[in-house]
């Protein structure tokens, strides 16, 4: 479909059509779409500085312009051009934000303003402004556009704070919302392009999908790269591991000293072992050997040496020695009769 943005040579259908225009009128558009020399639009307010009259003028002048265009027959003689342009945005989903449909016809600012300019005139084209949920978006089809939005909605609804979910996985409950859609939709790109138009959804530099707001998903700093490199290995890391995976995943200077140290002073990480640190989400707890002895007693009760042992074994990383050793503190921990411990 590239071919056929490329067949259409933008900034010659925009010539022919703002030639049906007298000059202010003409000016006026090409200032305000960046479709001149200068390529950046300039807002009402400029324009009227330029003019001398007020920027409500400037928008009536605007409007004026655009219906003209659309009332002229250089207009119907674009049909074509406007045709080719609506199948392109549909090849990308039917619904796409600008951001990504303007990067995706051109790489030069000034192309990409006279495709803008062509969507502002064609009447196949439907721009909704950016608000709290989406972003500035296209769509040739209104009833897949709200669709696609009530899709996202229930998506997002359905997100926890913590959740980092794969990419094909997301694709699945997103597609389960969409129910009857055109098998032609169906493409991981336009699935990704449509959930990048959700400004509460995003993903992070490992390919995963949360809440955009979640420091799991937009990381910023070193402990957000600690805990998506750790939960990517899906086991405890060395803390010199970690720093070395950020520094490979990331493409982030980690220092070590400093790694570790931001791991001890967050609650999403806890010390497993000498250096090694798992998620809290895992279920291990937190505190040395000794509490954790004492927490699994106090929630299950009497217990043998070796069922302490293979407690404390899913909890740390130590040696069987070490937990033995700390069970012998007759002022925490009491053996019976029956060879079982309880807090003392």
């Given at each position: 479909m590239?071919?056929?943005i490329?067949s259409?040579?933008?900034?010659?259908v925009?010539?022919?059509?703002?030639a049906a225009?007298?000059?202010?009128?003409?000016?006026?558009?090409?200032?305000?779409?960046?479709?001149?020399?200068?390529?950046?639009?300039?807002?009402?307010?400029a324009?009227g500085?330029?003019?001398?009259?007020?920027?409500e003028?400037?928008r009536?002048?605007e409007?004026?312009?655009?219906?003209?265009?659309?009332?002229?027959?250089a207009f119907?003689n674009?049909?074509?051009?406007?045709?080719?342009?609506?199948?392109?945005?549909d090849?990308?989903?039917g619904v796409?934000?600008?951001?990504?449909?303007l990067a995706?016809?051109?790489?030069?600012?000034?192309?990409?303003?006279?495709?803008?300019?062509?969507l502002?005139?064609g009447?196949?084209f439907?721009r909704?402004k950016?608000?709290?949920?989406?972003?500035?978006?296209w769509?040739t089809?209104?009833?897949?556009?709200?669709?696609?939005?009530?899709?996202?909605r229930?998506?997002y609804k359905?997100?926890?704070?913590?959740?980092?979910?794969p990419?094909?996985?997301?694709f699945?409950t997103?597609l389960?919302e969409?129910?009857?859609?055109?098998?032609?939709?169906?493409?991981?790109?336009?699935?990704?392009?449509?959930?990048?138009?959700?400004?509460?959804?995003?993903?992070?530099?490992?390919?995963?999908?949360?809440?955009?707001?979640?420091?799991?998903v937009?990381?910023?700093g070193?402990?957000d790269?600690?805990?998506?490199?750790?939960?990517r290995?899906?086991?405890?890391?060395h803390?010199?591991?970690?720093?070395?995976?950020?520094?490979?995943?990331?493409?982030?200077?980690a220092?070590t000293?400093?790694?570790?140290?931001?791991l001890?002073?967050?609650?999403?990480?806890?010390l497993?072992?000498?250096?090694?640190?798992?998620?809290?989400?895992w279920?291990?707890?937190t505190?040395?050997?000794?509490?954790?002895?004492?927490?699994?007693?106090?929630?299950?009760?009497?217990?043998?040496?070796?069922?302490?042992?293979?407690r404390?074994?899913?909890e740390?990383y130590?040696?069987?020695?070490?937990?033995?050793?700390?069970?012998?503190?007759?002022?925490v921990?009491?053996r019976?009769?029956?060879?079982?411990?309880?807090?003392?």
């Amino acid at each position: 479909m590239a071919t056929v943005i490329s067949s259409l040579k933008p900034k010659a259908v925009t010539k022919r059509l703002l030639a049906a225009l007298p000059d202010r009128a003409r000016e006026v558009l090409i200032a305000r779409y960046g479709l001149g020399d200068k390529t950046d639009p300039l807002t009402l307010e400029a324009i009227g500085k330029r003019y001398g009259i007020t920027r409500e003028r400037v928008r009536q002048i605007e409007n004026y312009a655009i219906a003209t265009i659309q009332k002229s027959e250089a207009f119907e003689n674009e049909a074509a051009a406007f045709a080719a342009l609506a199948e392109y945005v549909d090849s990308l989903g039917g619904v796409i934000s600008e951001e990504s449909l303007l990067a995706s016809v051109a790489k030069d600012e000034s192309t990409r303003n006279h495709i803008h300019f062509l969507l502002v005139l064609g009447n196949q084209f439907t721009r909704k402004k950016e608000d709290s949920e989406f972003a500035h978006r296209w769509y040739t089809d209104e009833k897949l556009a709200e669709q696609v939005q009530n899709a996202l909605r229930s998506v997002y609804k359905n997100l926890g704070d913590d959740d980092l979910i794969p990419e094909s996985e997301l694709f699945d409950t997103f597609l389960s919302e969409l129910r009857d859609l055109n098998q032609r939709y169906r493409d991981e790109e336009i699935l990704r392009r449509w959930l990048s138009l959700s400004k509460g959804i995003g993903q992070n530099p490992l390919g995963e999908w949360g809440l955009a707001a979640s420091p799991n998903v937009r990381a910023k700093g070193m402990r957000d790269y600690a805990y998506l490199a750790i939960k990517r290995h899906g086991s405890p890391m060395h803390f010199t591991e970690v720093a070395k995976a950020i520094n490979e995943l990331f493409n982030r200077r980690a220092h070590t000293a400093t790694c570790h140290n931001e791991l001890i002073k967050d609650d999403r990480f806890v010390l497993v072992g000498r250096g090694l640190y798992a998620l809290s989400e895992w279920g291990y707890s937190t505190g040395v050997v000794k509490e954790v002895i004492r927490e699994i007693l106090k929630n299950e009760g009497p217990l043998t040496r070796d069922e302490i042992i293979d407690r404390v074994r899913k909890e740390r990383y130590v040696k069987d020695n070490t937990i033995l050793v700390n069970l012998q503190d007759s002022s925490v921990f009491a053996r019976g009769k029956d060879g079982r411990y309880t807090l003392a």
